[in-house]
C-alpha cells in the first residue's frame, strides 16, 4: 500500500462548482498534513496546513481532515480556471528523526470556462 | 513571509562538467533544506534533506558523491551536479523548513537543468 494516496485525474469542473480533491494516507499516527498547489512547470506552492479532526477554511479552500478514516480532502468552492493546476496532498509519517514529508503524486485539476 | 529563492533559474551545461545551484531562504532562518527532483508530467522526488552545519541525508538510490550538498549557514543551500550527463536534465527543486516542530516546506521557483 502507497503511504500517500490521490487520484491522478484528471479532474474536471465547469467554473463555479465546488472542486473536491481526495487523499489517503496510510500511517494512521499522521499528525501534520498538507495541501500544495502546482502549475504546469512551476514549482509547488503551499495554500494550506491540517492538524485536527474537522474543517479548516481560508477563502474559498477547505481542508477536511478525518484521522479515524485516515483522509484529508480539499475542497474549492466557486472555482476559477486559474485554479487549473496539480494539487499535492503532502503528509508528515510518524517516526523517524527527519523533517520529510511524503507527497502523494497529484491531481490534475482542470477548471473549464 | 517565507520566501525562498533559487538561482540559476535555469542552466545549460555540457556533458561532464559540474552545475551548482543555490537555494536561499529570504525571511526566515531555514534549520532544515530539502532537494527535490522532477521530471516532466512526474511527481516530486525527494533527493536528500540537509540540516544546517550537518553532512545531507540522502535518500536511496540518490548518489551523494554526484549530488552534492552543503548547507552552510541558516539561509544557503547548495547542490553541485557533478559530471552532468544528459539523463540528469530535470527540474531541480529546494524547499525550507523553519526552525521548532513545523513541517511545512516552502518551495523555491525550481532550476531547470539541461545537459547537452
Known amino acids: 500500500q502507497k503511504e500517500v494516496e490521490q487520484n491522478s485525474g484528471p479532474l474536471s469542473v465547469p467554473e463555479g462548482a465546488i472542486a473536491s480533491l481526495n487523499c489517503t494516507y496510510s500511517?494512521?499516527?499522521?499528525?501534520?498534513f498538507f495541501w500544495y498547489r502546482q502549475y504546469s512547470g512551476k514549482s509547488p506552492e503551499l495554500i494550506m496546513s491540517i492538524y485536527s479532526n474537522g474543517d479548516k477554511e481560508d477563502g474559498r479552500f477547505t481542508a477536511q481532515l478525518n484521522k479515524a478514516s485516515q483522509y484529508v480532502s480539499l475542497l474549492i468552492r466557486d472555482s476559477q480556471p486559474s485554479d487549473s493546476a496539480t494539487y499535492l496532498c503532502?503528509?508528515?509519517?510518524?517516526?523517524?528523526?527527519?523533517?520529510?514529508?511524503?507527497f502523494g503524486k497529484g491531481t490534475l485539476l482542470t477548471v473549464n470556462p | 513571509g517565507a520566501v525562498v529563492s533559487q538561482h540559476p533559474s535555469w542552466v545549460i551545461c555540457k556533458s561532464g562538467t559540474s552545475v551548482k545551484i543555490e537555494c536561499r531562504s529570504l525571511?526566515?532562518?531555514?534549520?532544515?533544506m530539502f532537494w527535490y527532483r522532477q521530471f516532466p508530467k512526474q511527481s516530486l522526488m525527494l533527493m536528500a534533506t540537509s540540516n544546517e552545519g550537518s553532512k545531507a541525508t540522502y535518500e536511496q538510490g540518490v548518489e551523494k558523491d554526484k549530488f552534492l550538498i552543503n548547507h552552510a549557514s541558516l539561509t544557503l543551500s547548495t547542490l553541485t551536479v557533478t559530471s552532468a550527463h544528459p539523463e540528469d536534465s530535470s527540474f531541480y527543486i529546494c524547499?525550507?523548513?523553519?526552525?521548532?516542530?513545523?513541517?511545512?516546506?516552502?518551495f523555491g521557483p525550481g532550476t531547470r537543468l539541461t545537459v547537452t
Open positions: 525571511d526566515f532562518q531555514a534549520t532544515t
Open positions: 524547499s525550507a523548513r523553519s526552525s521548532g516542530n513545523r513541517y511545512e516546506q516552502y
Open positions: 503532502a503528509v508528515k509519517l510518524s517516526g523517524g528523526s527527519n523533517y520529510k514529508l511524503t
Open positions: 500511517d494512521r499516527g499522521s499528525q501534520s
